[in-house]
Every structure is written in structure tokens, then in C-alpha cells.
């Protein structure tokens, strides 16, 4: 019964889609404005568990790599150690990790009556200024800085470095204030040269939720929830843009409380306002669920995978750079062992959590893009699996055909429901072009790259930065094709090209050039092609072959 009710409720979301005029087919709905939207002023916000944790193995991270960014101009991550886009460096002792990996997981004030904060920033450090701590003989506490590999990854990709030498780069740091007592104040260097100080406890950035303006006040940290300084400073120096966090007086003995929870890297223009372009930041840990992004219920134990709409507010608004800008929230976890109904609502308080935020904070465009996995093993049972994603997949068509602010798309469609792993993988790869792979600076051969075995030894996560670049490639096709209907001949221009293929099929019926599929080129299919006109999703290899034309 379920399952015909199911059958049901998609079948007459697809009718409304039509009704809209623009059933997207099985690959993705809701996608005909993604294409112009992530190509302009737009902040990006990775949402979800381990599929979404800030690395390059990983595929929101790849897509700055293969996705055709026209200006990449700031990033958010919390405050992890590792090879991630955004380093923590530790220069002092003893120093906790508040995340998911962590024995203790998510506990914070550790040395006192411990608590729990489960919003999942990936991560948080905490140093509590006892006799037993050590400066290590320096004042340095803390160390920030864009990873290596952020670096040179960036500099291969379509997008390229993401500053150059007198790039005008700012600093804004984030903190998690503690109930009881925190450092005072810190200094911030920039490559060694002070560049100025920040009261943690009175200095803090105000919150526009709570009705104050950031740029001609300051107010008292809040206990409990991430702030941020309310000066934003310089980080000039070198590409990996190098900020330390300073004593400003010795702390051991002090028995303080710092808790670094991330930073923001923004590039800001000759007026000293932020730059536009693509913002990308991440709310995601490893091992989460969906259930603890729509639940509005703080976390009540080390491992707690839930957090409150408070504690997200808190977050998005210190990080929130221009309110005007428009958001995107892409979901993407691993699917999980669901029925279609509670897929559906859990994906719908997603939503629903983030909007209530984004509301609060006063941020006035807010899209959401659904994103389906490839096909991965959960449960070992192929066909259960595929049941599961399945499940998810038709809940996230159901609610982009409901909702005109949100969007989906399937990996999992787009590759042929397939595992990629052993041969079957290597057939399809070579099938569909995939010995002759470009992006940027970048050509790889993915057949002899990993022939085949795209996926981890759980067959989970993409494998390695390679694996997940194909991923990434295969997602921004599907936005390409859906977003860039009217460039009928697949050059990434919309031009006299494509307007004199429609005029010519005027009156035809099944072809490229009915771009609205309504079923005959008309004159809508002419004015679609005025309203897209200009440069679209460029093409790359190998979807500028004759096999995708």
C-alpha cells in the first residue's frame, strides 16, 4: 500500500512538473536556473555527513576543481587538522578535537563540567589554560592557513589559483564561547606582522538575528554558540594566506577556556567590500544523518548526531558575508536504510531547518539542490540498496516538484545505477569516454587511473581526488544539460547558432530544439533561447564528443 501511495505521489509531482513546463526527465528536477545561479554571486553550502567533509576525495570539494567557477572568492570551514581546504594548526599543549573521530566526540569544556556541541563544523579545538598547559615556548597558540593541497589542487583546476600575489585576502575568525571563563583577548599576525588584537569576550561580531548591525557595532560573546571577531583582518601573505593566533600575555595557570571553532577567507575589492563570486563553505561530519539536520533538538551525549535550529543560526550568521547573496544549500549524504515517507520528511525538516535560519538571519534567496549518491553499498543486499536510493531519490523529485526554491539530481541515474568497481566499471568508462578526461590544466585517463574501482574498500566514498573529479564532472554535466537546454549544439554559448537552429525546426516535433519540451518548437522555444543568452556551462571532455551531442 505504501509503496503505491509512493508510486502515486511521484507520478503526479512529475505531472506538475509538466504543468510547469519542464519535466526534467530522470537525471534531475527543478535544475533549469542551477547552471546561472552557481556561475554568479553565490555562496555554497556543502550540508551532510562524510560525503561532504572538506576534502578533495570527496565530491562538493572536487567540483571547485572540474565545475566552471568564473571567480572562486571565499571559503568557510571549521577549525580540523589535516588535509583539508582550510588547516588548524596546533602550536601549543594539550589541545582536544570537538568532532565526531574524537573518543569523546562531541564533548567541549572538558576540564570542568563537560558539555556537549554537536553541530557538526568539523571541527572544533579547545585548550583549557591550566598549570599543565604549555605554550611551547612561544606565543603562538594556533596556526590558520588554506591546506597544500588547496593549493595545488586549485591551481590545476578549470578555476586556477584561488589568490595571486596582492590579492586583498581577509581573515574572519570563529570561535565557540564556553559557559564558564574564556581567554580575554588574543593577537593576530599575518605572517608574522601584527595586524591587531580581539576582545573574545566584548569584541564580538554582531548578530543580525538578534537584530544588530555587524557594521557599526560590536556586542558581548554569547555563551554556548560560535561567534566571531568583529573585525575582519588582513592575510595577504603567500598563497596558503597564513594567520596565527597569539597570547597576548602568558595563560598557563589562568584556567581559560579557548575554543577555535573555524575561519572564513574572503577576497575583498578596492572599496574593501567582500568580493563576488562563489563562497563555498561545508556543515557536515563524519557518520551524520539526516535526522540531525531537521530535528532542532541540541545533542544530549558525546556522539549525539543532532543540533539545534539556535546553533545553526548562530553559525550561518557570523559567517554570512552579505545577506544579499544569494544561498545555495546542497544536501548530499550517503543514502540511508529509509522508507520513501520518512526520506521524504526528513529531507523536508532539512529544508525546512535552513530556511527557518536563512529567515532569521535575513539572507533573501535560498535555493536547495538535492543531490542522489552513486550507487554504493550499504547493506550488502544490491537490490535493498538500490530500493534505499531509490526511495530517496523519488522523496527529493517529489519535493523539488513541490517546491520552486529546490532542485535535485541523480549521480546514480547519470552512471547507470552501476557499482563502479572491477570491470563493468572499466566498460562503461571507456563506453562513455572517460580514457580522455579534461579539466583545467588537468587530463587524466580514468580507465588506467583506476580501472575501474572508483570507490574506497567499503565501496562508499569515492577512492581518491580523481574518482570524486569524475563524480563532480558527472553532477555538473547533469546541471549543464538541464540548465543549458537552449545551447542546442553543446559548445557552453548560447548564440545566433542556437536561435537559427530553432527558427529552423520551427513547427518540428522530438527534437534538441524544443527546448521546453512542450512538444513542438514554437516561439517559447525562441524566447527561451533570448532569456539564456551568453556564455552558459562551458563543455568539457569528454562530454564535447559525439557520443553526449
Partial sequence: ????????????SIAILCMRGYADGPTAVGLENMAK????????????????????????LATLRVWPFPNITAFCSGAAQGDQF???????????????????????????????????????????????????GS??????????????????????????SGDDVAFRFLYRTPTSAQVDALQITDNGELVGQIDLNFGARALWHLGENPSTSTRAAVPKQINASATDFQARNTQRHRVTL????????????????????????????????????????????????????????????????????????????????????????????????????????????????????GITNVQHFIVIAPMFNLSGDVEQDMQYIQNLQD?????????????????????????????????????????????????????????????DTSNVHPNNPESAAFFAAIL??????????????ADGYIDVTDMLAVISNIGNSFVAEDINNDGIVDILDILHVIDGWGECWPVQAPFNTSYFK
Fill in 246 to 361: 597569539e597570547q597576548i600575555k602568558p595563560l598557563a595557570g589562568s584556567n581559560l577556556y579557548l575554543q577555535p571553532a573555524g575561519a572564513v577567507y574572503y577576497h575583498r575589492d578596492t572599496q574593501g567590500e567582500r568580493e563576488q563570486g562563489l563562497y563555498y563553505s561545508h556543515v557536515s561530519d563524519n557518520s551524520w544523518q539526516f535526522l540531525g539536520f531537521g530535528c532542532d533538538t541540541e545533542g544530549t551525549n558525546t556522539h549525539d548526531k543532532k543540533f539545534s535550529l539556535e546553533q545553526f543560526t548562530y553559525w550561518l550568521d557570523v559567517t554570512t558575508l552579505d545577506r544579499e547573496q544569494p544561498t545555495v544549500f546542497m544536501w548530499y549524504f550517503a543514502p540511508e536504510a529509509l522508507s520513501y515517507a520518512t526520506a521524504y520528511e526528513r529531507l523536508s525538516n532539512c529544508i525546512s531547518q535552513a530556511n527557518d535560519a536563512s529567515s532569521a538571519v
Fill in 395 to 455: 522523496a527529493a523529485y517529489a519535493i523539488s516538484a513541490e517546491q520552486s526554491s529546490v532542485s535535485a539530481a541523480s549521480i546514480y541515474e547519470a552512471t547507470d545505477q552501476i557499482l563502479f568497481t572491477g570491470n563493468h566499471a572499466v566498460q562503461w568508462l571507456l563506453y562513455h569516454g572517460f580514457d580522455d578526461f579534461e579539466f583545467g590544466s588537468t587530463t587524466l585517463n580514468l580507465i588506467e587511473e583506476t580501472w575501474g574501482d572508483m570507490l
Fill in 86 to 136: 582550510i588547516n588548524c594548526t596546533t602550536l601549543c599543549s594539550p589541545v582536544s578535537l570537538i568532532q565526531s573521530t574524537d573518543d569523546l566526540g562531541y564533548t567541549v569544556e572538558r576540564h570542568t563540567k563537560p558539555h556537549y556541541f554537536t553541530l557538526p563544523l568539523r571541527g572544533i579545538r579547545e585548550i583549557f589554560t591550566s598549570d599543565s598547559f604549555d605554550d611551547l
Fill in 1 to 12: 500500500m505504501l509503496y503505491m501511495l509512493r508510486q502515486f505521489l511521484l507520478s503526479v
Fill in 139 to 164: 606565543d603562538a597558540l594556533f596556526e590558520f592557513k588554506l591546506s597544500t593541497t588547496c593549493v595545488d589542487t586549485l591551481a590545476t583546476g578549470v578555476h586556477g589559483p584561488f589568490s595571486e
Fill in 476 to 489: 555538473g554535466n547533469i546541471i549543464r544539460e538541464h540548465g543549458c537546454k537552449a545551447d542546442t549544439n
Fill in 37 to 60: 545561479t552557481l556561475r554568479g554571486d553565490v555562496r555554497l553550502i556543502a550540508m551532510g555527513d562524510s560525503y561532504c567533509a572538506p576534502y578533495f576525495a570527496r565530491i562538493p
